[in-house]
């Protein structure tokens, strides 16, 4: 015991001083080495879709080269490759020219061109560097707090004149910490930048030049309305190199950007989650503490002269158990469900472990997508079992349609929206080639294990419930107006959705707005709590419905727990309307034909969680009364 303490207590400080994530280990460069600058896409808020960097006629290298993305980097849009910036380890650069001409200091680019630039800088795109695999970022100041925004801006508008202007000298100002005497590693990458006319320029030897400084450089205004079809117009691009010391480890460089000076807001969505789920848990006491619990010792007192008449649930337990109609579709439903719950489970696991590093660029859409394969097997055994419960007798053609039906309905709607994206000439495009990769994944990876997890779930044999099935139904009484489907199913996702749509607004900012979010801690507890809501509300909802002697309950309570959907879309519709500046048809497309998918995944998963919690609590009930 003493020896497995010591070694426990030899791996805790280890950990302690140093916790490197496999292939993301800290590069260090001697004075002078040359630092690679590679250009990842173009992104706007108001454009959801990336383009290429190298879509806008930027100054190239001599030779391009493209970096292997990973299947993450593919989806996201990353086409990485080089730049003709060349960084030398701490050694400053006042002023550089780039792609200078044997008689030009500049490009001169054709109206074309002209248009293309105008058309993104009035869209706010930005580019999107990386420096030793280190976003870069911009320096915002706003009330005092110093904050990061990811990329910097390819030009601006000016608020005055309305005119376009194009930001054509970069300053980089690289962050660097002397590790040991002589090695350095870069802890952070900053951009400023600058509009300077080509009159401001003296250019020096070489790709040398200065900038005037006795009085502010004239920006450079691009408007393709006031040139002809022949008209050039010649650009100088310029850069500076800035290297200052920092004292921030290079464990740490990473806290610049993820910082939370919204901290406040996250605790304030953690207790309104946790009140919700207080008073969530109170009503559900109630009625399991007292009424249920109350009402099941009545029923089971035997009376020698006197046998309780049953009232209310119990009048129904020879047919709450009766099979409901599309059986095989509720299996699939309820199958896919436990297949993204266990991607979902796995994967926030490992984030909050710190196994998916935001260096890793796509290391959490490509785990997620391979753990979503993996998890086929528990579907299809969880998926095997219910329909053998529902007294299914074609289980080969079950299995297929739950490994069809929602890679399916990923596959089509992406592929349907990646003609449009292809149109617009898109790096978010997924490429053929990665659509078959993914295709065979799916044939060989999730199919096998879907079909074989549903061989064995149905051979494990049905749920015992012990209880028997009267031949012929009851008749379901006239329900009160607020036990109809419409009404239970719109109050049921009120309070889940309550209780999580704070940290909603910070996962659709990430998502459409290209911001940070690795807030894993919060986002697995809102997780827990909108389990634990789910899985309450649709309890009480079902309790209800059975004391009104109404034992269709397979699909309310499916449609209960997946209510919750229907606010997450509808907060898509007001987070598009009053966050987003959309102006473009493909891009609304894009933007409703994804946020119907992710609500269409949140329906399966929490109606999942309403469906087994409901199960579990009426073989709970019924188990607990005596029935002749």
Same mark, same amino acid.
């Given at each position: 015991?003493?020896?497995?303490?010591?070694?426990?207590?030899?791996?805790?400080?280890?950990?302690?001083?140093?916790?490197?994530?496999?292939?993301?280990?800290?590069?260090?460069?001697?004075?002078?080495?040359?630092?690679?600058?590679?250009?990842?896409?173009?992104?706007?808020?108001?454009?959801?879709?990336?383009?290429?960097?190298?879509?806008?006629?930027?100054?190239?290298?001599?030779?391009?080269?493209?970096?292997?993305?990973?299947?993450?980097?593919?989806?996201?849009?990353?086409?990485?490759?080089?730049?003709?910036?060349?960084?030398?380890?701490?050694?400053?650069?006042?002023?550089?020219?780039?792609?200078?001409?044997?008689?030009?200091?500049?490009?001169?680019?054709?109206?074309?061109?002209?248009?293309?630039?105008?058309?993104?800088?009035?869209?706010?795109?930005?580019?999107?560097?990386?420096?030793?695999?280190?976003?870069?970022?911009?320096?915002?100041?706003?009330?005092?707090?110093?904050?990061?925004?990811?990329?910097?801006?390819?030009?601006?508008?000016?608020?005055?004149?309305?005119?376009?202007?194009?930001?054509?000298?970069?300053?980089?100002?690289?962050?660097?910490?002397?590790?040991?005497?002589?090695?350095?590693?870069?802890?952070?990458?900053?951009?400023?930048?600058?509009?300077?006319?080509?009159?401001?320029?003296?250019?020096?030897?070489?790709?040398?030049?200065?900038?005037?400084?006795?009085?502010?450089?004239?920006?450079?205004?691009?408007?393709?309305?006031?040139?002809?079809?022949?008209?050039?117009?010649?650009?100088?691009?310029?850069?500076?190199?800035?290297?200052?010391?920092?004292?921030?480890?290079?464990?740490?460089?990473?806290?610049?950007?993820?910082?939370?000076?919204?901290?406040?807001?996250?605790?304030?969505?953690?207790?309104?989650?946790?009140?919700?789920?207080?008073?969530?848990?109170?009503?559900?006491?109630?009625?399991?503490?007292?009424?249920?619990?109350?009402?099941?010792?009545?029923?089971?007192?035997?009376?020698?002269?006197?046998?309780?008449?049953?009232?209310?649930?119990?009048?129904?337990?020879?047919?709450?158990?009766?099979?409901?109609?599309?059986?095989?579709?509720?299996?699939?439903?309820?199958?896919?469900?436990?297949?993204?719950?266990?991607?979902?489970?796995?994967?926030?696991?490992?984030?909050?472990?710190?196994?998916?590093?935001?260096?890793?660029?796509?290391?959490?859409?490509?785990?997620?997508?391979?753990?979503?394969?993996?998890?086929?097997?528990?579907?299809?055994?969880?998926?095997?079992?219910?329909?053998?419960?529902?007294?299914?007798?074609?289980?080969?053609?079950?299995?297929?349609?739950?490994?069809?039906?929602?890679?399916?309905?990923?596959?089509?709607?992406?592929?349907?929206?990646?003609?449009?994206?292809?149109?617009?000439?898109?790096?978010?495009?997924?490429?053929?080639?990665?659509?078959?990769?993914?295709?065979?994944?799916?044939?060989?990876?999730? =199919?096998?294990?879907?079909?074989?997890?549903?061989? /064995?779930? #149905?051979?494990?044999?049905? $749920?015992? %419930?012990? +209880?028997? *099935?009267?031949?012929?139904?009851?008749?379901?009484?006239?329900?009160?107006?607020?036990?109809?489907?419409?009404?239970?199913?719109?109050?049921?996702?009120?309070?889940?959705?309550?209780?999580?749509?704070?940290?909603?607004?910070?996962?659709?900012?990430?998502?459409?707005?290209?911001?940070?979010?690795?807030?894993?801690?919060?986002?697995?507890?809102?997780?827990?709590?909108?389990?634990?809501?789910?899985?309450?509300?649709?309890?009480?909802?079902?309790?209800?419905?059975?004391?009104?002697?109404?034992?269709?309950?397979?699909?309310?309570?499916?449609? =209960?727990?997946?209510?919750?959907?229907?606010?997450? /879309?509808? #907060?898509?519709?007001?987070? $598009?309307? %009053?966050? +987003?500046? *959309?102006?473009?048809?493909?891009?609304?497309?894009?933007?409703?034909?994804?946020?119907?998918?992710?609500?269409?995944?949140?329906?399966?998963?929490?109606?999942?969680?309403?469906?087994?919690?409901?199960?579990?609590?009426?073989?709970?009930?019924?188990?607990?009364?005596?029935?002749?």
């Amino acid at each position: 015991m003493r020896a497995l303490s010591l070694a426990f207590l030899a791996i805790s400080i280890a950990l302690a001083n140093g916790f490197y994530i496999p292939g993301v280990a800290p590069q260090e460069y001697v004075e002078g080495a040359l630092v690679d600058v590679k250009a990842v896409k173009l992104t706007s808020a108001r454009q959801p879709l990336p383009f290429e960097y190298y879509f806008l006629p930027f100054c190239k290298p001599e030779k391009l080269q493209r970096k292997a993305e990973n299947l993450g980097e593919v989806l996201r849009g990353d086409r990485i490759t080089n730049t003709p910036y060349e960084l030398h380890m701490n050694k400053n650069v006042s002023c550089t020219l780039l792609c200078k001409g044997a008689d030009t200091t500049g490009i001169k680019y054709k109206k074309s061109d002209i248009v293309r630039f105008h058309k993104f800088i009035k869209r706010e795109f930005r580019a999107n560097w990386l420096v030793d695999n280190l976003p870069s970022a911009t320096r915002v100041v706003l009330d005092d707090q110093v904050s990061y925004v990811s990329g910097f801006p390819i030009g601006f508008v000016d608020t005055t004149t309305a005119k376009v202007g194009l930001f054509n000298h970069i300053v980089l100002i690289i962050k660097i910490h002397e590790y040991q005497p002589g090695l350095f590693r870069i802890v952070g990458f900053e951009i400023r930048t600058a509009s300077v006319d080509k009159a401001a320029y003296t250019p020096g030897e070489g790709h040398a030049c200065q900038i005037a400084t006795e009085k502010r450089p004239d920006p450079v205004f691009i408007d393709p309305k006031s040139m002809g079809n022949d008209d050039t117009v010649e650009v100088v691009w310029s850069y500076g190199v800035r290297w200052e010391p920092s004292p921030i480890a290079w464990a740490s460089r990473w806290d610049t950007y993820l910082a939370m000076n919204d901290a406040e807001i996250h605790w304030f969505s953690i207790i309104n989650s946790v009140i919700t789920v207080l008073f969530l848990s109170g009503i559900t006491a109630i009625i399991i503490i007292r009424t249920l619990s109350r009402d099941i010792a009545r029923y089971n007192e035997e009376d020698e002269e006197d046998q309780v008449e049953p009232t209310g649930w119990k009048l129904v337990h020879g047919d709450v158990m009766r099979p409901p109609v599309h059986p095989t579709w509720l299996v699939t439903l309820v199958g896919t469900g436990v297949q993204l719950l266990s991607m979902l489970i796995v994967t926030l696991i490992v984030a909050c472990l710190g196994m998916l590093s935001p260096a890793s660029r796509g290391a959490l859409m490509t785990a997620a997508i391979f753990v979503f394969m993996f998890m086929g097997l528990i579907a299809g055994y969880f998926a095997g079992r219910l329909y053998r419960t529902l007294n299914g007798q074609t289980w080969k053609s079950a299995a297929i349609q739950l490994a069809v039906f929602f890679p399916a309905a990923i596959f089509g709607t992406g592929f349907l929206l990646n003609f449009f994206i292809w149109g617009q000439h898109s790096s978010g495009a997924v490429p053929f080639t990665t659509m078959l990769a993914l295709l065979f994944m799916w044939v060989g990876i999730s =199919l096998p294990l879907v079909i074989g997890g549903f061989y /064995f779930g #149905y051979r494990k044999g049905a $749920y015992d %419930t012990s +209880l028997k *099935i009267n031949q012929i139904p009851r008749q379901v009484p006239p329900q009160q107006a607020y036990l109809e489907p419409p009404v239970s199913v719109a109050v049921a996702g009120i309070l889940p959705f309550g209780a999580v749509f704070i940290e909603l607004f910070f996962i659709l900012g990430a998502i459409w707005e290209n911001q940070f979010y690795y807030l894993f801690g919060f986002l697995f507890l809102v997780a827990l709590v909108l389990v634990i809501s789910c899985a309450e509300i649709t309890i009480v909802l079902i309790y209800l419905q059975l004391c009104a002697e109404n034992y269709h309950w397979w699909w309310r309570s499916f449609l =209960l727990g997946g209510s919750c959907a229907i606010y997450v /879309f509808l #907060y898509s519709v007001f987070y $598009y309307a %009053t966050k +987003l500046s *959309i102006d473009d048809a493909v891009a609304t497309l894009l933007y409703f034909g994804y946020s119907l998918l992710m609500a269409l995944g949140v329906f399966l998963a929490t109606g999942t969680i309403g469906f087994y919690s409901a199960f579990i609590f009426i073989r709970k009930i019924y188990g607990s009364i005596k029935i002749d």
